[in-house]
């Protein structure tokens, strides 16, 4: 009953975070790891990606009666007592790569080839909120009207679908595929061939790793 729609914004240009903005024919050439560690950790906190979730919640009930007669167990849903509705839950995402601590042991040369193994990549929730104008419901006469508590749990529950849905979403890939367009222009001005450039994580990450890879969240309740 939840409905997930997934809006790709674009993926940041990121080359000039990693160059202070110069020109590549500015950029003077360097050929020791260390120098090259140094300019790579110019990049600081490089955002790579970015989402706009909207998942709507759905929730419906009824009164029910039930009981026993006559040895008999019984469970009536009584008419005119149902209530609907729908809640849009807007969530925004980033992905970043945080070169702050990014040292030689995050560089294997070998000969002309070059592998930069990425520090692990990070998301944000920096932002959820309920669109309150987009809400749709239905309650009974009978019935009272949800309550503020409801609406809360209702909003929960859609942000924490849509953190489960991180892993199907890409952005991880989005984060590495963002980092290698400032790196590897880097690389070949120290003089490495593009084909003997390889850009990597340590590892494949999985749903499992989600915990991990999760940063800072930040609600917004109200109306913008």
Same mark, same amino acid.
């Given at each position: 009953?939840k409905k997930?729609?997934? !809006? *790709?914004?674009?993926?940041v240009?990121v080359?000039?975070a @990693?160059?202070? #903005? &110069?020109?590549?024919?500015e950029?003077?050439? =360097?050929d020791?790891v260390p =120098?090259? $560690?140094?300019?790579?950790?110019? @990049?600081?906190k490089? !955002?790579t990606?970015? !989402?706009? $979730?909207r998942?709507?919640?759905? +929730?419906d009930d009824? $009164?029910?009666?039930k009981?026993? /007669? ?5 469970n009536?849903?009584?008419? %005119?007592?149902?209530r ?8 925004? *995402? ?5 070169? #702050? #601590? ?6 294997d040369?070998?000969?002309d080839? =070059?592998e ?5 990549p990070? =998301?944000? /929730? ?5 669109? +309150?104008?987009?809400i749709? &419901?239905h ?7 949800f309550?503020?508590?409801e609406?809360?749990? !209702?909003?929960?529950?859609g942000r ?8 199907? %979403?890409?952005?991880?890939?989005m ?5 290698a367009?400032?790196?590897?222009? %880097?690389?070949?001005?120290m #003089?490495?061939?593009?084909e003997?450039?390889?850009?990597t ?7 499992d790793? /989600?915990?991990?890879l ?6 917004e309740?109200?109306?913008?």
């Amino acid at each position: 009953m939840k409905k997930l729609a997934l !809006y *790709l914004l674009a993926s940041v240009l990121v080359s000039a975070a @990693c160059t202070g #903005g &110069k020109a590549e024919s500015e950029a003077a050439p =360097v050929d020791t790891v260390p =120098v090259m $560690v140094m300019q790579i950790r110019k @990049c600081s906190k490089l !955002y790579t990606a970015e !989402y706009q $979730v909207r998942k709507i919640v759905t +929730h419906d009930d009824e $009164v029910e009666l039930k009981g026993s /007669l006559f040895r008999r167990k019984f469970n009536i849903a009584v008419p %005119m007592s149902s209530r609907k509705i729908a809640i849009p839950v807007d969530a925004k *995402l980033k992905a970043y790569v945080d070169f #702050g #601590g990014f040292s030689e042991k995050n560089v294997d040369i070998d000969g002309d080839k =070059v592998e930069i193994i990425l520090p692990d990549p990070k =998301v944000e /929730l920096t932002s959820s909120r309920v669109d +309150h104008d987009g809400i749709k &419901k239905h309650v009974s006469l009978i019935r009272s009207d949800f309550t503020d508590a409801e609406m809360a749990s !209702y909003e929960k529950q859609g942000r924490g679908q849509i953190i489960k849905s991180i892993p199907r %979403m890409g952005i991880i890939d989005m984060a590495r595929a963002g980092a290698a367009h400032a790196l590897v222009p %880097m690389l070949v001005r120290m #003089g490495f061939k593009e084909e003997n450039i390889t850009i990597t994580f340590r590892k494949e990450f999985t749903a499992d790793d /989600l915990p991990m890879l999760l940063e800072n969240t930040t609600i917004e309740n109200g109306r913008q």
